[in-house]
C-alpha cells in the first residue's frame, strides 16, 4: 500500500517540502507520496488530520497558520512543541496522533552545517523578533548558548517569550532594546518577516549571521554580514534540516545519504 503524506498549510503552492521529500523517497525506492494539501480553512483542516486518524495519511508538516491547531489536535505532544506551542510535524504511529516541532533542530543542523567553527558553549546569541519562528529559535538556542537576547519591536511580545520559554530552557533568557544588545554576540538570527535593521558596526567580526527565511536565499542582511567577512548560514539549511527528522517520522526509516539542496535550489529559483 502507497504510504501517503504531505504538507498542510496555506497558502502551500511554493512550498519547497515536496520536492525535498520527494528527492529521498525517490532514492529510498519507497512506495510512497509526498504532496501539498492546503487547506484554506481550519474545518478542512480538521478533516485532514481525521484522515490521519483513519489511517489514510501517515502524518503531515504542518506550517502556517496550521501550526497551532496541529499541537492542539494532537494525542502526543513532544516537550518541544509544548514549549514552542505550535508543532510542525504531526503523524500516526501506534494508534495515536503525535505532535512535534523539529525547526528548532532544523535551525542547529544548519549551523553544524554552515559554521561549524561556531561553539555555542558559554556563548551569547541573539534572536531578532518575537513570533512563531522565534519562538522555535530561541527554544533550539537556549539548550546550546549560555545567554540568548531577544530584540523586537513590540517589547511585550518579547517579554511574553521570554517568560513562556524561560522554564524550558537551561540558558539564560533576556528581552533587549537593541542599544547594547549585540556587543559580544557570536551568533545573531533573524526572525523576523522584514528585513532587519541592526548596526552591523557593533557586531563582533566572528559573529556568525543567520535568516530563517529562504525567500529569497540571499536575504539583503545576509548579503551584507558577507560582504563585511561575516560567516552567514541560511534558511534553507533550516528547511532542509528540519525535513530529516520530519522524514523519519512520517516514513519510519532513516533519511538516504542523497544531496537535496540542489532539486531545492532548482524549486527555489523556479518559484521565486
Ligand atoms: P512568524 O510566525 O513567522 O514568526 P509573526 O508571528 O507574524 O511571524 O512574527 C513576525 C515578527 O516580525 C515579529 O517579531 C514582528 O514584530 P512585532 O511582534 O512587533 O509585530 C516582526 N515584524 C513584522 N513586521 C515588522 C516591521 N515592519 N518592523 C519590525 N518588526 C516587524
Redesign the pocket.
Known amino acids: 500500500m502507497t504510504l501517503r503524506a504531505g504538507v498542510a498549510g496555506w497558502p502551500i503552492a511554493h512550498s519547497l517540502s515536496p520536492v525535498i521529500h520527494g528527492a529521498w523517497l525517490a532514492a529510498a525506492g519507497l512506495d510512497a507520496a509526498y504532496d501539498r494539501f492546503g487547506p484554506e480553512d481550519e474545518a478542512a483542516f480538521r478533516d485532514l488530520v481525521e484522515r490521519m486518524r483513519a489511517g489514510e495519511l501517515v502524518g503531515l508538516n504542518v506550517t502556517?497558520p496550521w501550526k497551532e491547531q496541529a499541537m492542539a489536535l494532537a494525542d502526543h505532544v513532544s516537550e518541544t512543541a509544548r514549549a514552542c506551542g505550535s508543532a510542525n510535524l504531526i503523524w500516526h504511529h501506534a494508534g495515536a496522533l503525535w505532535a512535534d516541532s523539529t525547526d528548532g533542530r532544523g535551525l542547529m543542523a544548519a549551523l553544524g552545517e554552515q559554521a561549524p567553527g561556531l561553539d555555542p558553549a558559554g556563548k551569547v546569541a541573539v534572536v531578532l523578533?518575537?513570533?512563531?519562528?522565534?519562538r522555535a529559535a530561541v527554544h533550539a538556542l537556549g539548550q546550546a548558548f549560555a545567554e540568548v537576547r531577544i530584540i523586537?519591536?513590540?517589547a511585550e511580545?518579547a517579554i511574553q517569550l521570554v517568560s513562556d520559554l524561560q522554564p524550558h530552557t537551561p540558558a539564560v533568557l533576556t528581552h533587549r532594546d537593541s542599544g547594547a544588545a549585540l556587543n559580544g554576540a557570536a551568533l545573531v538570527v533573524n526572525?523576523?518577516?522584514?528585513a532587519p535593521q541592526i548596526d552591523f558596526a557593533a557586531l563582533d567580526p566572528e559573529a556568525v549571521l543567520m535568516d530563517i527565511t529562504y525567500r529569497p536565499l540571499r536575504t539583503e542582511f545576509l548579503a551584507e554580514g558577507a560582504a563585511r567577512g561575516h560567516t552567514t548560514v541560511d534558511g534553507l539549511a533550516m528547511l532542509i534540516g528540519q525535513a530529516r527528522p520530519s522524514f523519519e517520522a512520517l516514513f519510519g526509516r532513516p533519511v538516504p545519504d542523497v544531496d537535496v539542496r540542489a532539486a531545492a535550489l532548482a524549486a527555489l529559483e523556479a518559484t521565486g
Open positions: 502556517a523578533g518575537a513570533g512563531g519562528a522565534s523586537n519591536r513590540t511580545r526572525a523576523l518577516s522584514v
